[in-house]
């Protein structure tokens, strides 16, 4: 199996799983190793007090998209660490990108940075992920008999 083949294979195993970005109108649009693309159209529900984008919003796309970068090497992985600086207001109907490229990974330890832009290229937020493995395979195929 190649790494891209791989890289799918997980994602494919942590979609199905994944209830939340799917409740939210997520969509994976990108997958390779270390890297992911999804993207989620706001909705009324999705807004504040203010009318913007709430932050938790943005915080969920950003994490879905670090979630499945960290996760193409069919190891389970889990966050360790986020932080999340919002730099402008999203609007209601906004098509949001979450953008995750990883930055270092180094025995169980990884960074990953995701860029949440609207289609006309805006950055909305940006995000930082540390990953920590726990030393078992994520598809089924791979794991150890009881």
């Known amino acids: 199996m190649t790494p891209q083949d791989l890289a799918e294979a ?31 159209v706001l909705s009324d529900k999705m807004t504040n007090g203010h009318g913007n984008a709430h932050g938790g919003y943005l915080f969920t796309l950003a994490d879905s998209a670090f979630a499945f970068a960290c996760n193409t090497y069919n190891e389970v992985t889990v966050a360790q660490h986020c932080s999340v600086t919002y730099i402008t207001p999203g609007a209601l109907g906004d098509r949001l990108t979450a953008t995750a490229r990883e930055v270092s990974r180094k025995g169980r330890s990884g960074i990953y940075d995701v860029t949440v832009t609207r289609e006309d290229g805006t950055v909305i937020a940006e995000f930082r992920g540390h990953s920590r493995t726990l030393n078992r395979p994520l598809l089924p195929e791979t794991r150890a008999e009881d």
């Open 10 to 40: 997980c994602a494919k195993e942590m979609w199905n799983a994944d209830s939340a970005s799917q409740r939210l109108g997520v969509q994976l649009k990108h997958i390779a190793p270390g890297h992911a693309t999804l993207e989620m």
